[in-house]
């Protein structure tokens, strides 16, 4: 399966993301490490639940060493209805010794074991961890790449000149940009037509991992065929025709496109989870509050659904891309874009 790079994360996000899943699997989950960091005695999390007679221990270290087998043991020695013991890189020898020695009391989760049961908690969020990691880095670099020039053209004005008119080196690139970005968002729409029209509710576990390791897979290749050139392709056309830019900006200064990627952020990937999770946890609790108990029973957990609605974000972050690439040809065309 697709993995997780579980290792550019800090321990602070891992323990932030295994709250998150083990809230999802109906526990009530404190994290000692957060709130009270002299009391934890080496244990970083604990899930429990009603009807459940012990706790569930969690500790994590990205990278344990000799210095953490005393962690180890004293979660080995303390009374709870499972131990688990999380990290994302290798061990130290003398640490992989004391877990040789330990397997019977607790529990081992390395990098692939924590992705597995990401998906196995939440299909939905495995996936866009996976995708932001992979797929959006492009996506980001060409999103920022114009909100850095929507901001000196807000700040400084026109700086660059004239209009260029198309040439066929412009006309090049322009077709490219069009090409590329027009398949990227057709592909995912269609993705995103295909899921919504089919019932995936009783699949088994091995079914779903099969389904989302082809739909991970066909992501993998839009991104390199379609995304990568297309972030090139922009940036050549950001470096060699700025006018056409300021003039696309000057003309869609008001335009929904703009909010899109202005707000269009990363929100899974290392540095933005913690602020993320806690901002959902907050609307989650709000929206629950404000929807009555039968509004709130939809079926969302329908794994036709989640792949449907990864889709359609896609889909909707490429069909910005195009109609980008739909203004700069019109402003290289005629001096002006579809306005």
Known sequence: MFQIPWHLYTEEEVQEVLTLLYRRRGYEVYNLHKTDRRGEEGVDIECSRPGE???????????????????LETLAGKMALARIYVYV????????????????????????????????????????????????????????????????????????????????????????????????????????????????????????????????????????DSLVPLREIFHELLIKYPANFEQFIEETYGRSNWKFFVEFLPQLSPGFIIKSIEKDEKETMSFKKAMPDEELNLDETQFSWILGDVSRILANEAYWLEDTADDLFNIGLVGRSRQ
């Open 89 to 224: 890189e290798e061990p130290s020898i003398s640490f992989k010794t004391a877990m040789e020695k330990l397997k019977d009391k607790i529990s081992f989760w390395d990098s692939k074991k924590f992705t597995y049961e990401t998906f196995v908690t939440d299909p939905r969020f495995y996936l866009f961890m996976v995708i932001e990691n992979y797929y959006e880095c492009d996506m980001f670099g060409i999103v920022f790449s114009f909100c850095n020039f929507y901001i000196n053209f807000r700040d400084k004005g026109r700086t660059h000149g004239e209009v260029v008119k198309a040439d066929n080196e412009m006309m090049n690139l322009l077709w490219q940009a069009k090409d590329r970005s027009a398949s990227l968002h057709k592909s995912l729409r269609s993705l995103q037509e295909l899921f919504e029209q089919m019932q995936l509710t009783d699949t088994d576990e091995k079914t779903r991992l099969s389904i989302i390791n082809s739909f991970l897979k066909s992501i993998s290749l839009l991104h390199r």
């Open 53 to 71: 007679n012990g706790k569930i221990l969690i500790s994590i270290k990205k990278k344990p060493h000799q210095k953490d087998i005393s962690q």
